[in-house]
Each structure stands twice: as structure tokens, then as C-alpha cells.
């Protein structure tokens, strides 16, 4: 449905463009076949920019119609343009050949005014339009690119880079430096206090610190715990496994008996 | 046994692991000078202060340097400065090794592990680091230990971001800086440190108030609650006022250090450490402005240490740091003892390097 439409309008543009090319040629031939000079027949001249003008008017109003994608507003701004245009051809077709004072100012300038207008509007918005669309098209296009530049990279790749980044961010940026600074032995010049003979008193909290467990995991990927269901299966086990070992030497030699008798 | 010290512009604080506990030994960085008498001697014996004495200057040492501060109305000193090994105090190192020697001790075994946090270097100061970690550094070798820095922020994600797999953000306002880190998975991504603390707001309140800065920072541990009402003149107003602006100049610095790096995309816990988030009301503060600044990572909460005021929880902010580097340091000691043999030496002077992690497409 929007195929057709699409068509219709795509049609309907081309056959505007051409009858308004049509139009102006007629417009000129016309002219040419008549001699047409400032002198002749207000009639002549009348006929000859009543084709111009409608021609223009019909091209500028096929030009619009063809732009893919219009912005808001378009149809009525098109519409707008051509019914000025048309306003203004058929005053000047009708005030024309009056002479003067009718085709004289004020009238003139309101004719023009509106003709003006009229082109003004159709073609200011075919030339908005264009240039819009070519603005959007570039951004679509380096948009299109900066992705095809992300595509490019491997999830293998990306992850190197990570990795790359990270040892860098541990050995280049960790800024301490490797200078061993060892102090010679020196004395106090000072006495020390009786205080400074005892002991730092200390506050003792109970604490089992289980973050050095979870450091250690998210340093290494490692855990360590401690597992007494698993000490006492593994004894558990051993002890099995050696009662089984013994109870197979008695076997065996029994079973030596039972091959000596079975020799007999 | 492995042990973490922090070593910071107002504390120095030392943690060791006990049987299922931890123990903190804490001495106040400071000290305060006195002329010297038979008989201040024998109070200050008497009293087990600790004090050094030279000729006839007494310094006194740690908390007690403060409470005298606050009687004489004295300035007292402070060997360190911005969070580094302060240029201006000529006694600062001797100082400095002698609170280290006292809450650290001797190592109860050879090579003993200590990590010790170490100031990122500042984003709006011309400070280099480097000096005050390799002098920090020596001080502890000399005493036995092996040991390796880690960043103040990094032992903030490690002592209270375990729940998120150690991706998030550790801020630790101290005295004289402010350290951030952004942690993916343990590893740093982004580090820096801010030349503020809280002793920029004692100093901008003192300035303001015309008061001691040793009675601003006295008010601001002891009667102080961050809110939007205050009394017209207050110090707590203008502390509150200092906090916020603090709290703005970190986070728009996090912000343009964020923008500069390209972030993994994952959901980042913020913690908040260190002596300055000890106010009640930070917190919210902090999450308001957190709000307002619109980082270019997605945050899903804002944890703070818990604060006990009987001062018996490891959770307190304060000693989140040095159990911070703690944690990296029985990390570090188990890692070497699964190691090989051959293996066994730790590298001396070498940073904390998490293992590279290896990245795997889950799909």
C-alpha cells in the first residue's frame, strides 16, 4: 500500500515537473512566434508570462514532490507555495491587460508580493529539504562506519585489550618506586620518658577478617577452605582401603591353602 | 604474624590479627613542647605520660599532647603535614619513629609482612609522596619487617568492600588528605589524593572564628553534628559550611578524574573512611552531594564504617585503613606460603600487586 502511494506520488511529481516545463516552453515559443517586445499587445504579454509563471510555479511544485523523506509541514507548505503562486498569475492575468491605472502601484506590488512569495516558499523548502537529508545521510554514513569499525574487533581481541590494560594499570601506573632506603643505626639525642618504657596498650575487637579469604579469590580465581567433611572421608577411606589390603593377604592365603589341597 | 600500619597526619595506627580478633594499637601524631622541672617530670612520670625529654624541653607525646594543648592553650606539633612527612618540623622524623616503633613493636617472627598505607600523590598540590613512603618505609625495615605500600584508598575498598568483589570506591578523608580510589575487582583503576582534610576545615573554621585550631578540631570531635541548622556564628556552623565544601571539592575532582578514564561497566559501592567521616551526619551529607554530582559511573549505595563511640569496633572509621592493610598483608602472607619455595622470598620494596585478573566472556 505505501509502495502505490509511493508511486502515485512519485508519478504525480514527475507529471507536474514536466507539464511545468511544458508550460514555460510553450511560454517561450509563444513569445518568440509573436515577436513579443515591451510594445506589443498587453494580450500577447499577458498569455506569454501566464504560461512562465504557471510553468515555474508547476516545476518548483514537481521538485518538492519528488523529495524522499519530507520533513513536518511539507505538503502544506508545497500547497501554500502553489496556491500563491496560482493567486498571483491569475491577478496578473486579470489586471494586466487593464493597462493603467489598474496595473499600476499598489497593485502591482501586491501581485509581485504574492508571486514572490509563493516561489520563495516552494523553493526555500526544496532547498531546506535537501540540504537536511544530506546532513542526516552523512551522519547515517559515519555512523555506519564508527560501527563497522566496533564489528571489526574480535570479543577475543577486546579481551586482550583488557588484559593488556590491566597489567599496564599494575606495573607502569602503580608509581612506587623500587629504591631500597635502608637508615643507619642512630641513637636518640633525647631521654625517653618512664611512659615510653611500658607497653602500647591495644583494643582487641573480635574480628574474623573473612575479606582476606575473599581478596585472595578475587586476585587469584582460587578458594581455599577448610573442609573437615573432607579430611575425615579421605581417613575414612584410608582406613578402609588398608583393612581391604589386609583382609586380602588373609585371603591370599587362604587361598594358597585351598590351591595346595586342591593339588592333593 | 602479618600486620598493616596506617600511617596517618593526626594517627598512627598499627593492626594485628589475633585468634578471631583483631588488635589495634593507636598513638595520636602529634606532640607538644614543655620547659622542663623537677617537678613537671614527676607528674608527667607519675601520670605515664609519654614524653621525651632534651635538655631542658619536654615534648610530650600522642593524646596527651592535645589534652595539654588544650589546658596551656599551646600549639602543639605535628610531624607530619597534608599527609606527608612534614618539611616545616625539624624533630618530625624522630618523632615519627618513635610512635611508629611504639604501636608497631618488634616482628614476632623473621621477615615478618607489614603493608603500609601510603597517600596517593595530590591532584591540586605540586607534593610528591615518594619521600614520606620510602622514609615510612625504612623506619619499619629497620625494624624487621618486609615491607610493601599500598594506596590509602585501595586498603579502604579491601577492609569494607569484600561484598561487592572489591569493586567500588574508597574514600578515606583523613586529617591532612584525602585519598580516593576506584577498585574493579581489587585492582586499582583510578587513584588520587586531595592536598584537604579535615585539618583544611580547622584551619578555614579557625580563620573564620577567630578561635584556636586546637579547640576547632576539640569541638569538632567531641560536639558536633552535621545538619543544615545552626546558630548564627556557631563554629559548628562554620564546620558545617567547611564539610560541604570539602565534600564538593572531592567529588568534583572524582568526577573530572572519572571522565578522563573509561570505567568498566559495572555498579560501583562507595565506602567512606578515615578520622573526618567520624561526624554524625556525614554520611548523609556525603550521599546528598553524591546525588548531586552526576558521576559518569552508576553508584549503588554509600557505605560507611560503622562508628561506636565506646571506640571498640574495628569497624570504626578510623581503623578501617589499617585493617585495610591488614587484610592485604595475611593476603600476601598466605599467597607466599602456597607459593613454591623458590618463590618464598618476597621482593623487597615492591608494591601490592593483585594478580592480573583474566577477563572472560560469561555468555
Redesign the interface.
Known amino acids: 500500500m505505501v509502495s502505490m502511494k509511493s508511486k502515485i506520488s512519485h508519478y504525480f511529481a514527475s507529471m507536474a515537473l514536466l507539464s511545468g516545463f511544458l508550460l514555460a516552453l510553450t511560454g517561450i515559443v509563444y513569445a518568440l512566434s509573436v515577436h513579443l517586445t515591451r510594445k506589443s499587445d498587453p494580450g500577447e504579454i499577458a498569455i506569454t508570462y501566464g504560461f512562465i509563471g504557471f510553468g515555474l510555479s508547476l516545476i518548483l511544485t514537481g521538485i518538492n514532490l519528488m523529495i524522499k523523506q519530507p520533513k513536518e509541514y511539507h505538503l502544506h507548505i508545497v500547497g501554500t507555495g502553489l496556491i500563491l503562486n496560482c493567486i498571483g498569475v491569475m491577478a496578473f492575468l486579470a489586471l494586466y491587460p487593464q493597462g493603467y491605472p489598474v496595473w499600476g502601484y499598489p497593485n502591482v506590488t501586491y501581485v509581485a508580493a504574492i508571486y514572490a512569495a509563493g516561489v520563495c516558499l516552494l523553493a526555500g523548502n526544496a532547498f531546506a529539504n535537501t540540504v537536511l537529508n544530506q546532513i542526516e545521510e552523512r551522519a547515517r554514513q559515519l555512523s555506519e562506519i564508527e560501527s563497522e569499525k566496533v564489528k571489526s574487533h574480535s570479543?577475543h581481541e577486546i579481551?586482550r585489550e583488557?588484559?593488556r590494560t590491566?597489567?599496564k594499570?599494575?606495573?607502569v601506573k602503580?608509581?612506587?618506586?623500587?629504591?631500597?632506603?635502608?637508615?643507619k643505626d642512630a641513637e636518640?639525642?633525647?631521654?625517653?620518658?618512664?611512659?615510653?618504657s611500658?607497653?602500647?596498650?591495644?583494643?582487641?575487637?573480635?574480628?574474623?577478617?573473612?575479606?582476606?579469604e575473599?581478596?585472595?579469590f578475587?586476585?587469584?580465581?582460587k578458594y581455599?577452605a577448610l573442609d573437615e567433611g573432607l579430611d575425615s572421608a579421605s581417613l575414612l577411606l584410608a582406613r578402609a582401603t588398608s583393612t581391604l589390603s589386609k583382609g586380602k593377604e588373609t585371603r591370599g592365603a587362604f587361598n594358597r591353602k585351598t590351591k595346595f589341597f586342591r593339588r592333593h | 604474624m602479618a600486620k598493616g600500619l596506617d600511617v596517618g597526619t593526626m594517627n598512627i595506627i598499627c593492626a594485628t590479627k589475633g585468634n578471631g580478633s583483631i588488635s589495634f594499637s593507636q598513638q595520636r601524631n602529634a606532640f607538644l613542647e614543655m620547659e622542663s622541672t623537677d617537678l613537671t617530670k614527676q607528674m608527667l612520670d607519675n601520670g605515664r605520660v609519654l614524653y621525651t625529654q632534651r635538655g631542658s624541653i619536654l615534648n610530650v607525646l600522642g593524646e596527651d599532647a592535645f589534652k595539654f594543648s588544650n589546658v596551656f592553650n599551646k600549639p602543639i606539633r605535628r610531624p607530619m603535614k597534608q599527609g606527608i612527612i612534614s618539611p616545616e618540623e625539624k624533630d618530625s622524623i624522630p618523632m615519627i619513629k618513635l610512635i611508629i616503633e611504639r604501636v608497631l613493636g618488634l616482628p614476632e617472627k623473621k621477615n615478618e609482612i607489614l603493608y603500609i598505607s601510603v597517600p596517593a600523590n595530590p591532584v591540586d598540590n605540586q607534593l610528591n609522596v615518594l619521600y614520606h613512603g620510602k622514609t615510612v618505609e625504612a623506619l619499619a625495615t629497620k625494624l624487621g619487617y618486609i615491607t610493601y605500600p599500598i594506596d590509602e584508598g585501595l586498603s579502604v575498598v579491601y577492609s569494607e568492600l569484600s561484598d561487592s568483589n572489591f569493586t567500588g570506591i574508597g574514600i578515606s578523608i583523613g586529617a591532612g588528605m584525602t585519598n580516593v580510589t576506584v577498585a574493579y575487582m581489587a585492582t586499582p583503576i583510578v587513584s588520587f589524593s586531595i592536598a584537604r582534610g579535615g585539618d583544611w576545615i580547622d584551619e578555614q573554621v579557625a580563620i573564620a572564628t577567630g578561635m584556636a585550631k586546637e579547640r576547632i578540631t576539640s569541638i569538632k570531635e567531641t560536639d558536633f553534628t552535621l545538619g543544615s541548622e545552626h546558630e548564627i556564628g556557631s563554629v559548628q556552623g562554620a564546620l558545617a559550611v567547611y564539610y560541604d565544601a570539602l565534600l564538593t571539592y572531592v567529588l568534583q575532582h572524582l568526577k573530572r578524574k572519572l571522565s578522563e578514564t573509561a570505567p568498566p561497566d559495572a555498579e560501583f559501592q562507595v565506602a567512606i573512611a578515615g578520622g573526618s567521616t567520624r561526624a554524625k551526619g556525614f554520611a548523609e551529607m556525603f550521599e546528598n552531594r553524591l546525588k548531586e554530582t552526576d558521576l559518569p559511573i552508576r553508584i549503588s549505595s554509600v557505605k560507611k564504617s560503622r562508628f561506636n563511640t565506646s571506640g571498640t569496633d574495628s569497624k570504626d572509621p578510623i581503623y578501617a585503613i589499617a585493617r585495610g592493610c591488614l587484610i592485604a598483608a595475611l593476603s600476601k602472607e598466605a599467597s607466599l606460603e602456597t607459593a613454591p619455595s623458590t618463590e618464598n622470598q618476597p621482593p623487597k620494596y615492591s608494591s601490592h600487586k593483585p594478580e592480573p585478573i583474566v577477563v572472560t566472556n560469561k555468555s
Open positions: 570479543e579481551e583488557v588484559q590491566l597489567e594499570s599494575l606495573t602503580d608509581g612506587f618506586s623500587k629504591f631500597n632506603m635502608e637508615l636518640y639525642d633525647f631521654i625517653l620518658g618512664k611512659g615510653l611500658e607497653s602500647e596498650k591495644k583494643i582487641t575487637i573480635q574480628d574474623e577478617i573473612p575479606e582476606v575473599n581478596l585472595k578475587a586476585s587469584t580465581g581455599t
